[in-house]
């Protein structure tokens, strides 16, 4: 009896999921003997005849690689070793640069590197292509020869030749492999006891995380969160387990997400419970193009049950799930085997999830007060009627959060969403809005 492991997102990670069951394999037909029989005297001519002498275990591994090159890119072989990665890349720490990596066209694409890691801080951005690793050219999107360069000893360098869209030239950037811990989310209270939460990767505690992270949240603004920014830009994905779960603790009830593959053992349906709902204060989701699979999941959610909105650029599109099916000689199959959907019974598959604003990332930049004319420069204004404010002195904490503000633009509109909304409910007298515990939601 095959184990079972049900996986999603972009990155190498694992969900063990005994209940989940795959058809067995069986030979059906006599064709089906015909091909394996072709298979079978293949290797051993290729074994008795090749130029040089070549294993049948060496050609047996190419050839199961072979097959997965007519499948999707998100399904593969596993070896041993990077078997073993993926059980340890579940757990958050693992080594590497911290670059999630898909193929389009061919070509290796990161689709976002993971905050913090070596490969963030060099400046390597969503969209990047890998045309080489250390000097060795990324062929046709061989994901698999790509892990393998990537990792490797802790403190050793590793070259990436990088092309950057219409930037010109492919460039080089140096990175020293690090053993990658994912602190998967990280919060603060913005200005006026508005919540900022995001949600970086997917993984085995996220669920409990971001529930403890609100805690902290509620507790920081005694328990009056007027509303929520939930960030999961350039989050790639990860565990399906992990993205019901923090969906689970903004929807009361109804459904969350549904699988659907060739056999009946991938019709599965995750809804939510009504234990641990948060309050209804308002929220809005930030995505891109780097938000995908757990991420998307978690967006259409919120967003089929009127739940926030859905602010930023249309997300990556993965809307299919891998099933982990461990082999006798320690090796693995990554397979694709079901799709899921939104609540509504919308597939993002190859599509993703279209923001209820859309609001593409622009680099701001700020003149200085001097630059402008005031009425306080024109000669012989009028003096100021009422006392000025006193000058407050801002807090290092706060200084970094007006300039996180001031240079992005996707989080300040989403900000001002949640102030607008808060006003215009406050100027309409509507009761509840004091306490965000009674405040209405939202609504796209």
């Known amino acids: 009896m095959l184990l079972r492991t049900w996986l999603l997102g972009l990155c190498c990670v694992l969900l063990i999921n005994p209940g989940m069951g795959l058809a067995e394999p069986a030979l059906n037909s006599q064709e089906d003997y015909q091909n ?5 005297d293949v290797l051993t001519l290729v074994r008795d005849n090749y130029v040089k002498e070549i294993s049948l275990d060496e050609l047996i591994r190419g050839a ?25 890349e579940i757990q958050g720490e693992f080594g590497g640069i911290g670059i999630e990596l898909a193929v389009r066209d061919r070509k ?4 976002a590197p993971i905050e913090g890691t070596p490969a963030c801080v060099a400046g390597i951005l969503p969209g990047d292509q890998i045309i080489a690793i250390n000097s060795t050219a990324m062929r046709d999107g061989d994901m698999m020869q790509a892990v393998r360069l990537l990792r490797g000893p802790v403190g050793e ?7 950057r869209g219409t ?5 080089e950037v140096t990175l020293i492999r690090e053993i990658i811990q994912v602190q998967s989310v990280r919060s603060r209270l913005l200005d006026n006891n508005y919540g900022y939460l995001r949600l970086i990767q997917f993984q085995e505690r996220s669920g409990a995380d971001v529930a403890e992270h609100l805690l902290r949240l509620r507790s920081q603004s005694d328990n009056e969160l007027n509303g929520l920014i939930l960030d999961l830009r350039n989050n790639p994905g990860g565990l399906l387990d992990a993205a019901i779960a923090v969906a689970d603790l903004f ?3 109804g459904l969350i997400v549904s699988a659907s593959g060739r056999h009946p053992e991938t019709q599965q349906s995750f809804s939510a419970q009504a234990s641990n709902i948060e ?22 959610a919120l967003q089929d049950h009127q739940r926030a909105i859905i602010l930023g650029e249309q997300s990556f599109g993965k809307g299919s799930v891998q099933t982990i099916i461990p082999l006798p000689d320690r090796a693995g199959l990554r397979l694709t085997t079901a799709h899921y959907y939104t609540p509504v019974g919308r597939s993002i598959q190859a599509l993703g999830i279209t923001p209820d604003i859309v609001a593409p990332q622009m680099i701001l930049t700020h003149q200085s007060a001097a630059a402008g004319m005031r009425e306080l420069d024109l000669d012989k204004h009028l003096p100021a009627q009422s006392p000025a ?20 633009y996707q989080l300040q509109r989403a900000l001002d969403l949640l102030k607008g909304y808060r006003q215009f409910r406050r100027n309409a007298g509507t009761p509840g809005t004091e306490n965000n515990t009674t405040a209405e939601r939202i609504h796209p």
Not at 108 to 111: C, D, H
Not at 280 to 297: R, T
Not at 389 to 408: G, M, V
């Open 36 to 40: 394996l029989e072709l298979l079978t």
């Open 64 to 88: 199961v690689r072979g097959i997965f090159d007519n499948l999707d890119p998100h399904s593969s072989y596993l070896d041993a070793d990077m078997y073993e990665d993926l059980k340890v």
């Open 108 to 111: 290796l694409i990161i689709v």
């Open 157 to 163: 360098e590793i070259k990436l030749t990088i092309s």
């Open 167 to 171: 930037a010109g030239e492919p460039f």
């Open 251 to 253: 929807i009361a009830d």
């Open 279 to 300: 309050p209804d204060y308002p929220m809005v989701v930030l995505i891109n193009g780097g938000s995908a699979s757990a991420s998307e999941i978690v967006a259409g």
């Open 389 to 408: 404010a006193p000058t407050r002195e801002l807090s290092p904490q706060a200084l970094q959060e007006l300039q996180d503000l001031n240079s992005d």
